[in-house]
């Protein structure tokens, strides 16, 4: 056993496997635990009461345990154990070793590499296991980070400081370059600004080192005192409490101005300058810059479209009351059906208009952002990124129907994105716990260190590979660098080789696992044998799935296996790209094993890390939103970015830059109050005319501006930016209350100092350093977190420390709010090792969330298909805020099923999601104060929607019936009657044309929105409100199948194909039917007409009117039907002609045509 005394963790160094002489150590998490599950079958309570382990012949047991000193909260502590194998990294050590560690020499940690190395496997019954994939030493590379010298044939330690363009070089050639090189950088060839000896320097070191970027805190040295507060202080003991200016100046030899301690040491009396004279950079006008502005309509667009919502409103009440007062006594049931629906119809356009009244606006300025966050200041004089972190989230569930491919280039994109590398971390969540997922991640990652140099060296957009070299414009636009055409067409066939591994994945798959099954069935066979079994007995051998170095995959099996199956599988984490280093790494010439020049690139990549958590059966894992929770909890143990943006497989990144426009907002004045930040969603693979309004501009250019212009745009559930600890369920700093009529009347509120005048029932607020001192609900708020976030003591202390991150800086805080001092991110993020990631598993294990909040205040919320609504419905009902950002390059860009079946059954997931919220408690009646009034209708139309089908579909049956009958809605074409509907009509036109105006879309991408409006009305509407009502009432459970990707296509194949297909569903009944019975009854009304000796022709004009309306909104899913060569399934015929010829009849037998006497008598002949 081998202890260090300053250091509560205990290392157990234990044996190797049978006939293994070497030895491991392994580390576990140290922090304590705030409960342990009751459950007698969960791991918790089965490893501290009973001494059982699941072992392996090859592998060894290392486990932690907690220091007594450490014992400040009553709680209880969990010892995980963790399985590591040795690697090349964390070598054995010997006898000796041994005997000096336990004299008191330092234990080292496992290197970063054996965590990208390994995998982490754990769950329900099952011990934390870390298992090498990759046993190969790291490849020595030609790369000198910025630690070693640069000089060549120097590998000594640099010193830093020494000139600004950070050139490393050590002690003994800087001395060389001063006394024989002129005292010039070999970096940047400019003088070096301060010539010293022995002596100075390390006195100027000194003092450079007091004036770093203090650390954030450790997490693991986190303590969760009564009141949960971030830390005692993140400056020195000593450190006073205002900065000391005075000295600063006089340690560094600085000067106030752009640069401070760079700027150069003779000052700035002699410049380029007006008269030879040079003024700094006016500091406190450059703070003051807004990131972001909103920009709004033109008043001369906004002011009339206002007035004729008004005039339209008007419209519609006073044709609404001739209708009711001027009833068809000659068809009162038709008069009666017809104005129920334009009631209800007048009602949901008022739902749907009234949000719109201000839209608005945005724009960042990234500059400013560069100048705040990444130039030198007085606590950050190296300039380092002080931008928070960002963690990126991608789900997928079926490679099958999302391909490994769509899935891959995603993750490249995000890899490429111009964000600082050490500030950002990819995670993608399989949910499958496919192996043909996992390897092609790590073949991803492989990619990667060519793709996303080349893509920062001449600067890539879209940072795609499958997009950027499948786009048919010049490459060669704005491409100056004359190596630029050599280095594409490398990358390009290294791609191609990419993407010809990934489609071989499934394959390799099979024929790998088929030959170890084969190998280990023979062993069984030979075992039986020598046991003196009967030859011909069969031997079951379990089928396995297995990964490229021999042994079992972990996750799903294609045979589905006990505890190998969909469903029912262990939990896994892999890192497969460790944490960055703090400092730039430049690259190496071209060469016959780099690809392209890098010499002058960053070649870090961010921390990327593969995750599938835990599924067994009988729990409930809640999808999507299950799956997001997830990632959000091992996030917050692995990297904890105080932002997290979540995207689907098949949405990358478009704009390199998108990360940053998003963070404008986030970060500038006011940012605090923003729970999210939401991108529109753009598409690519549509086709031409957009048929089925795929592109859905209207909602995203319309509806969602408008919203901006209120509390905020919804929640779409991709394209996100989010703050975390808005996810955590935390209310915002300040929210504002709305009383009154309309919410007239407004009261503002402070959440988050000592005294609140009123605090909501389920509030959550988060504890400030040094605030509730004397506050009884900040401790008990503080107990209460393990029971709200589940017993990771770890994840309770990341909490602070994400919205410590998360802060504005202090300039631009009001008085008396919180804020973070500049340049305090400007450091290294901790190094990842075993014991987080072991922790980190325990975190997405099946029953974690038992007994918890998760999905029911805490992350994304459970309970609907639509999950990202209701997410976000419940940020804004805390009186958080949410900010749309368009881009003007796309940010992301995705694809959309363009089959019409695939299409419906979209839209038949959204409004079921829909009518789930209305028939609970998140439907916008029983919303909170903090809900603007409009956006409250807007949320209220989110559930109601649906629901307008019903009357749809009955409104579209009404001219049929009118011209089967031959009577009409209103008793006569009266002048009034046509002046109100053409008044209704024109209005609408116009308020059209405005919204086109303002909003920037195009009259087709308006008219596609209302053809594809009646048609999801009539047909995935009216389905979705009976699967509604039939979970509400009977508690049928709703179950949808997965949205297809759609894949690349291949050279010659049609890029539309899929358009064409028909594939048949229940859904295409209802439209069929509405077709095909007003053709029927505008050929029987015409027919009627001609041949009648009185013939009521406005009647008949009525009737074809509205039919031919019905018709062309039809119009796309008639074309839809027809496919490629207009052919229709025969079934299609066979229910719309029955259930077309049963109407009729049934219409003939209750309304006879007059004269008729003998209509319903039979005669034979």
Same mark, same amino acid.
């Given at each position: 056993m081998v202890k260090t005394a300053s250091s509560p963790v205990t290392i157990t160094v234990s044996s190797g496997g049978k006939g293994?002489?070497?030895? @491991?150590?392994?580390?576990?998490?140290p922090v304590p635990r705030a409960s342990v599950s009751n459950n007698p079958n969960s791991p918790l309570s089965s490893r501290a009461s009973t001494g059982g382990r699941r072992t392996s012949s090859a592998g060894r047991y290392c486990s932690m345990s907690k220091d007594e000193t450490l014992e400040e909260v009553n709680s209880e502590f969990v010892t995980y154990t963790v399985h590591i194998p040795p690697t090349p990294d964390h070598q054995s050590m010997s006898a000796s070793q041994t005997s000096l560690n336990e004299d008191g020499k330092k234990v080292m940690k496992p290197e970063r590499s054996f965590i990208s190395g390994s995998i982490f496997t754990g769950g329900y019954n099952s011990v934390t296991r870390g298992h090498v994939i990759d046993c190969s030493l790291e490849r020595t590379e030609p790369v000198?980070?910025?630690?070693?010298?640069?000089?060549?044939?120097?590998?000594?330690?640099?010193?830093?400081?020494?000139?600004?363009?950070?050139?490393?070089i050590c002690r003994d050639c800087y001395l060389d370059c001063v006394g024989s090189g002129g005292g010039h950088c070999p970096g940047c060839k400019e003088p070096y600004k301060d010539v010293s000896d022995g002596d100075e320097e390390d006195d100027e070191g000194k003092s450079e080192a007091e004036d770093q970027a203090l650390p954030l805190p450790s997490m693991a040295d986190f303590k969760l005192d009564k009141r949960l507060s971030l830390v005692k202080s993140f400056k020195a003991q000593n450190h006073p409490q205002d900065f000391d200016h005075t000295r600063w100046l006089f340690e560094t030899k600085g000067t106030y101005g752009y640069g401070n301690a760079v700027w150069p040491k003779d000052g700035y009396e002699v410049g380029s300058g007006v008269n030879g004279f040079e003024h700094p950079p006016d500091f406190g006008e450059r703070s003051k810059r807004p990131l972001t502005r909103k920009v709004g309509i033109s008043a001369a667009i906004l002011s009339p479209y206002r007035l004729l919502i008004l005039i339209r409103l008007v419209a519609l009440g006073f044709f609404l009351t001739w209708r009711i007062r001027h009833p068809n006594h000659e068809a009162m049931w038709l008069w009666g059906v017809s104005t129920t629906c334009e009631l209800w119809f007048a009602f949901s356009w008022l739902l749907d208009q009234l949000p719109k009244l201000c839209p608005v606006n945005r724009v960042t300025d990234l500059s400013v952002l560069k100048e705040r966050f990444e130039s030198p200041n007085l606590r950050n004089p190296k300039g380092r990124s002080d931008l928070p972190g960002i963690d990126v989230f991608v789900s997928t569930a079926d490679p099958e129907k999302e391909p490994p491919l769509v899935t891959t280039n995603t993750i490249l994109s995000i890899l490429a994105v111009d964000y600082p590398v050490e500030k950002l971390a990819c995670y993608l969540s399989d949910d499958g716990g496919s192996l043909l997922t996992f390897e092609?991640?790590?073949?991803?990652?492989?990619?990667?260190?060519?793709?996303?140099?080349?893509?920062?060296?001449?600067?890539?957009?879209?940072? *795609?590979?499958?997009?950027?070299?499948?786009?048919?414009?010049? +490459?060669?636009?704005?491409?100056?660098?004359?190596?630029?055409?050599?280095?594409?067409?490398?990358?390009?066939?290294?791609?191609?080789? +990419?993407?010809?591994?990934? *489609? @071989?994945l499934p394959e390799s798959i099979r024929r790998r696992s088929d030959a170890y099954n084969a190998h280990e069935e023979l062993r069984a066979k030979k075992k039986q044998m020598e046991m003196g079994g009967n030859p011909s007995e069969h031997v079951t051998v379990p089928k396995a799935t297995w990964m490229s170095d021999g042994s079992h995959w972990p996750g799903t099996w294609a045979s589905g296996e006990s505890d190998h199956a969909k469903g029912d599988h262990a939990g896994i984490i892999q890192a497969m790209l460790a944490p960055p280093n703090a400092e730039p790494v430049y690259g190496a010439e071209a060469d016959g094993e780099s690809l392209i020049d890098t010499t002058e690139i960053d070649v870090r990549l961010p921390m990327l890390v593969y995750v599938s958590r835990e599924k067994r059966p009988g729990y409930d894992h809640n999808k999507k939103a299950g799956a997001m929770n997830a990632l959000v909890r091992t996030s917050a143990i692995m990297s904890n970015g105080p932002f997290i943006l979540n995207l689907d497989c098949d949405h990358y990144i478009y704009n390199s830059l998108a990360l940053r426009e998003g963070m404008c907002f986030m970060l500038d004045r006011g940012g605090d109050r923003i729970c999210y930040v939401q991108f529109p969603q753009r598409f690519e693979g549509?086709? =031409?005319?957009?048929?089925?309004?795929?592109?859905?501009?209207?909602?995203?250019?319309?509806?969602?501006?408008?919203?901006?212009?209120?509390?905020? =745009?919804?929640?779409?559930?991709?394209?996100?930016? +989010?703050?975390?600890?808005?996810?955590?369920?935390?209310?915002?700093?300040?929210?504002t209350e709305h009383h009154g009529w309309f919410g007239r009347r407004k009261i503002k509120l402070f959440l988050r100092k000592p005294k609140v005048t009123k605090k909501a029932k389920d509030e959550i607020s988060l504890p400030i350093n040094g605030e509730h001192n004397n506050d009884d609900d900040a401790d008990i708020e503080s107990l209460l977190l393990p029971k709200r976030f589940g017993n990771s003591t770890s994840l309770s202390a990341s909490i602070p420390v994400a919205e410590y991150q998360g802060r504005l800086l202090q300039d631009l805080q009001g008085n008396g709010n919180q804020g973070r001092p500049a340049g305090s991110l400007a450091v290294p993020r901790e190094p990842l090792d075993a014991a987080t990631v072991a922790d980190a598993i325990s975190v997405i294990s099946c029953f974690y969330e038992d007994k918890t909040e998760w999905g029911k205040r805490v992350g994304w919320i459970y309970g609907s298909v639509t999950e990202d609504v209701v997410t976000g419905y419940r940020m804004h009902n805390r009186g958080w805020r949410s900010v749309y950002c368009v881009t003007k390059r796309d940010a992301f860009r995705g694809t959309a099923p363009i089959n019409l079946t695939d299409r419906l059954h979209q839209v038949l997931r959204w409004a079921t999601g829909s009518v789930e919220i209305f028939f609970s408690r998140n439907n916008a009646l029983f919303a909170s104060r903090r809900l603007k009034f409009l956006q409250r209708v807007a949320y209220f139309n989110v559930g109601m929607y649906p629901f307008t089908s019903l009357f749809l579909l009955v409104y579209c049956i009404s001219p049929a019936a009118s011209l089967f009958s031959g009577q009409f809605i209103v008793q006569s074409l009266s002048a009034t009657f046509l002046i109100y509907l053409l008044a209704i009509t024109i209005t609408l036109c116009l308020l059209a044309i405005l919204e086109i105006r303002w909003s920037?879309?195009?009259?087709?991408?308006?008219?596609?929105n209302e053809q594809?409006?009646?048609?999801?009305?009539?047909?995935?509407?009216?389905?979705?409100?009976?699967?509604?009502l039939l979970k509400v009432i009977a508690g049928v459970d709703i179950s949808f199948t997965l949205t297809s990707k759609s894949s690349t296509p291949e050279d010659g194949e049609d890029e539309f194909a899929e358009l064409y297909v028909v594939k048949w569903s229940f859904l295409m009944v209802p439209p069929i039917t509405i077709m095909m019975v007003n053709m029927i009854a505008i050929a029987v009304g015409v027919a009627r007409t001609m041949y009648s000796p009185f013939p009521q022709w406005s009647k008949l004009v009525g009737g074809v009117f509205f039919s031919f309306w019905v018709l062309c909104h039809l119009y796309p899913f008639a074309k839809g039907l027809m496919g490629r060569k207009g052919k229709v399934p025969t079934i299609v015929f066979v229910w719309s002609g029955l259930i077309s010829i049963i109407v009729s009849l049934l219409w003939v037998y209750i309304n006879p045509p007059s004269g008729s006497q003998d209509y319903m008598k039979f005669h034979f002949p």
């Open positions: 293994s002489g070497s030895r @491991s150590m392994g580390l576990t998490s000198k980070s910025g630690l070693i010298c640069g000089m060549k044939g120097c590998d000594q330690r640099a010193i830093q400081g020494k000139c600004e363009c950070g050139f490393g092609a991640l790590a073949e991803t990652a492989s990619f990667a260190r060519i793709w996303v140099p080349f893509c920062r060296k001449h600067n890539i957009e879209p940072r *795609n590979p499958e997009a950027y070299f499948g786009q048919k414009r010049d +490459f060669l636009k704005n491409k100056v660098r004359l190596d630029f055409v050599r280095e594409r067409r490398r990358v390009k066939r290294e791609y191609d080789e +990419f993407k010809v591994r990934i *489609n @071989s549509i086709d =031409p005319n957009d048929r089925y309004a795929n592109h859905n501009t209207v909602f995203f250019d319309v509806s969602m501006r408008a919203l901006d212009g209120l509390q905020g =745009p919804m929640y779409v559930g991709t394209g996100c930016i +989010f703050r975390r600890t808005a996810i955590y369920g935390f209310s915002p700093p300040r929210a920037g879309i195009t009259i087709h991408d308006w008219w596609r594809f409006w009646l048609i999801g009305g009539t047909s995935a509407h009216p389905a979705a409100v009976l699967q509604g």
